[in-house]
Nanobody, 115 residues
Framework: QVRLVESGGGLVQSGGSLRLSCAAS????????MGWYRQATGKQRELVAN???????NYGDSVSGRFTISRNNARNTLYLQMDSLKPEDTAVYYC?????????WGRGTQVTVSS
């Protein structure tokens, strides 16, 4: 069974930084594209960033240049470094992957950015 567990969320002031982690188990981590999504209250879930097995990255327009996605295949862990945070980055952040049976989501971690 695939399991994704996020950590690292919290409360931070505008302009600050946070680093999210996603510990993955139950899959051959290194071969899967992994990603981060977020969902703010009353809004649809949106892509933050993803990273392929070869390390190619893709970012949502609203975070490009401020967030950095990375992975450590030896530790089966996905990261999201978030810098220059803004109040509009406030959301629940979800770790994601997709396998043969469909999308797999973590439970999410709350990020709150105060102005």
């Amino acid at each position: 069974q695939v399991r994704l567990v996020e950590s690292g969320g919290g409360l931070v002031q505008s302009g600050g930084s946070l680093r999210l982690s996603c510990a993955a188990s139950g899959l051959n981590f290194k071969i899967y594209t992994m990603g981060w999504y977020r969902q703010a209250t009353g809004k649809q879930r949106e892509l933050v960033a993803n990273i392929t097995s070869s390390g190619t990255t893709n970012y949502g327009d609203s975070v490009s240049g401020r967030f950095t996605i990375s992975r450590n295949n030896a530790r089966n862990t996905l990261y999201l470094q978030m810098d220059s945070l803004k109040p509009e980055d406030t959301a629940v952040y979800y770790c994601w992957t997709r396998n043969t049976w469909g999308n797999v989501w973590g439970r999410g971690t709350q990020v709150t950015v105060s102005s």
